[in-house]
Nanobody
Framework: EVQLVESGGGLVQPGGSLRLSCVAS????????MSWVRQAPGKGLEWIGD????????VYADSVKGRFTISTDNAKNTLYLQLAGLTSEDTGMYYC????????????WGQGTLLTVSS
């Protein structure tokens, strides 16, 4: 059974930093692309970026480029999202998402972790 379990969300002051984690199980972690997707309150889903876990090549949305970093620890089957320079616009639910190999489509989502950026 595929499971994606995010953690690390919370309340952060503007300008602060945080690291989100996503522990994956039930599939070969190193053979897929993994994505981070977020949803701000009252808004739609926004792709933040993804990473080829085997090749360790992350790609980012322009809105987060230079502030967010996607990485993995393949020994721990864990995906990370390091966030910095946070603003209130980064507030939302953050999801890690597994891509179905060869399709580019998402097949499994985590339950999400909530980040609130506020003073």
């Amino acid at each position: 059974e595929v499971q994606l379990v995010e953690s690390g969300g919370g309340l952060v002051q503007p300008g602060g930093s945080l690291r989100l984690s996503c522990v994956a199980s039930g599939f070969t972690f190193s053979s897929v692309f993994m994505s981070w997707v977020r949803q701000a309150p009252g808004k739609g889903l926004e792709w933040i970026g993804d990473i080829d876990v085997e090749e360790q090549k992350p790609v980012y949305a322009d809105s987060v480029k230079g502030r967010f970093t996607i990485s993995t620890d393949n020994a721990k089957n864990t995906l990370y999202l390091q966030l910095a320079g946070l603003t209130s616009e980064d507030t939302g639910m953050y999801y890690c998402v597994k891509e179905k190999p060869g399709s580019g489509a998402y097949d499994y989502w985590g339950q999400g972790t909530l980040l609130t950026v506020s003073s």
